[in-house]
């Protein structure tokens, strides 16, 4: 996914189309708080992970 | 309701429970009409815990190894295990039903809420057997407050599961006070579990808020089957000794501690995660289709541009709001969603106003989605006949989801359903054939009742159908169908459904998103590890008498940030929970690996009854082509950009093939993939190459009782050994 300005956790979950309410994320291995997805800006060239926790099933 | 016509009755002395067990299991044989108290062991209760651990031990006992799901010596095992009937913490009302099925003939377990397990426990008993077949209906009473088991005629003509359930209730209570209802509890099946072999099970429970008797199933494997075969009508408890403290905990303080932190967790953090508390588990209804998991037109496809018309919005809507919808006390996390003043459009109930328990997602994919329709209305009307019928709404949805494309692909004609056009989407004709498996007066719909295993070879003998395509597109597995989730695109999840005990039901592990989506599993032996550590931590709950849901429908607020991402997905601090709630309950002093291990014993000691009954080996974990990737060109057109990856994944240039071959590429590498799954899994668990556990594995889990050794010896072979 292409880097650009002020780039949010929520932009990439947004763009990723993650409707799914359990997401863990974590940048370089920093997790970030879910309140905080909004707010979190992502440096150029972060690790980046995204994780879906389990539910349902 | 006239008096009861007395049959047979028997006096017992109901014990109290002290730490969780009240000591004393009943069986009752409803053919003989004869009743025994047994005594539970220490040492039952070590190595099978309770709930399902204590069903298999005493099913092991009652059968032989030829027994089939039809004769007299098959039972019935209802038992809730030590923290069922709890009320401090949510979700701890469950019983599980043990019997050997009529769809897989190996044992199942299925479990359903309500109130019927913590009743049947403060009655007095840590488990029932029903053993024998009546040769008149019957309706079996319990009752803990007289201390007497009675063995009624049934007076009902209508022995269907909303026409008797609210009545029983009221006869067995206080006439002149409704919340007395609250101390029964009564089980039925009805006539579509009498002809079909997709019979469930509805549990009772009286909501105090709507006053009515609502209903929650123990929907799989068919035991309302079993139980109707046994001509029982209906099977009631009823107890005065319900409090917050009956099960005689060691611990309160401890208990109602743990309990609090969860039930402020779910009302500050239920809103912003899956909303249980306002749409159920139907928050699921986008979430599956955004991710290509939802299943439509026979999980062909995993996504649908008329998904929307389901999603959990619409459901909200249709659901009553602002009430405490619990299924046990203290669940706070109250999924038990339902649609009140529902008028009733077609069939023998129409005109009736109803209140409509569910749909929950597997019923609204199965009986929505799956089958082509996308209309709530008729997937609720569709629930509320399931239920009353006393049918499994997941079988009934994956079955009609197979006979539709069967359908559509030719196979089958309007002469072989009797007039019905039996299209995806066709929602008319689709209930219509409902109501006639539930009358079982018409062939075709009879044959649909036997389920896919039986439809293909009736398909393939007597119709003429291909058989490598049913083969193909029967999603089913040891002989029950698949539950509502699209496979196809992660091959832990395969194990998922597939390497289970009893057939392919999401209740022992779920790991589409940690594999496909999250790529946490990358090697078969990290699959394999999932598929050992989250089908034992999941069997515990059938052990003590849990509800799955709060484990994982809520998470800390903190679950995600205080641990690392493989750890967090096992939602520690509630795992730590139920540590704790159980060494409060029954004062003793397990770790989390001890839970594991209990939960191992038991899903070993049921491989090895799978074996007994001549099933529980590597040509029974069978996988249909469908759950591995797709069969017909459009449904792989439909994700051709995936699939292609996959196959330049795999070294396949798929730029030279054709999408037929394109098709069977994937697949061949899929088998392959899938064999090494098995290999890598059975190597985990402890089990030799053709999925046996070692004499070793017995040994060291403590359950290698002479009888369960000799059964595994008699079968297992030393070219097998890894
Ligand atoms: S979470 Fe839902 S199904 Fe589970 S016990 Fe609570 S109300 Fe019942």
Redesign the pocket.
Known sequence: MEWEVGLTVKDIITRKKYTFPLLAVWINDSPVPRDDFNSTKVPDGAKVQIIHMISGG | MENMKLLAEWSYEPTKAHRGYTGKTLKINVGERTFEAKDVTEDMKEKFVGGRGFGLKLLWDAVKDTTKWNDPENEIVISGGPLCGITQY?????FYAVFISPLTEQTYDSNA?GHFGPLLKFAGWDALEIQGKSDKDVVVVIDGDEGKVKIFESPFEDINAYSITETLHEYFSDPNDINDRKHVSVITAGKGAEHTYWGCLNSSFWDSHRKIARL?QAGRGGGGTVFRDKKIAALVVKTHNLSGTANDPADIDTLTKVGLKLHKEIFTLDSKQCR?RTV?TPHLNEIMNEYHILPVHNYKFGQHPDADKIHSEVYGKLFTQGIA????YG?T????KAVDNYTIKTGPCKGQVVTVDGPEYETAAGLGSNVGVFDPEWTIETNFYADHYGLDTISLGTGIAFVCECYELGYITKEHTNGLELKFGNKDDILELIHRMAEGKDEFAKIVGLGIHRMKDIFAEKFGAPRDILEKIGMEGQGIEVSEYVPKESIAQWGGYFLTLKGPQHDEAWLIFMDRVNKQLPTFEDKAEALHYFPNFRTWFSLVGL????WN?IEPADNATKYPPQEAAKVPEHVQNYVDIFNAVTGKNITKEELILQSERVYNFQRVFQLRLGKGTRKYHNIPDRALGPVFPDEWEARAEYYDNELKEAGVNPEELSTEEKIKKLNEIRRQQWEELVDAVYKRRGWDRNGIPTVETLKRLGIDYPDVVAVVEKHAKPEDRW
Do not use: S
């Open positions: 949510p979700g701890t009302g469950k809420g929650k249980m159920g919808d619990g299924c046990w669940c996390l109250a999924c038990a509800c799955k849901l709060p429908d």
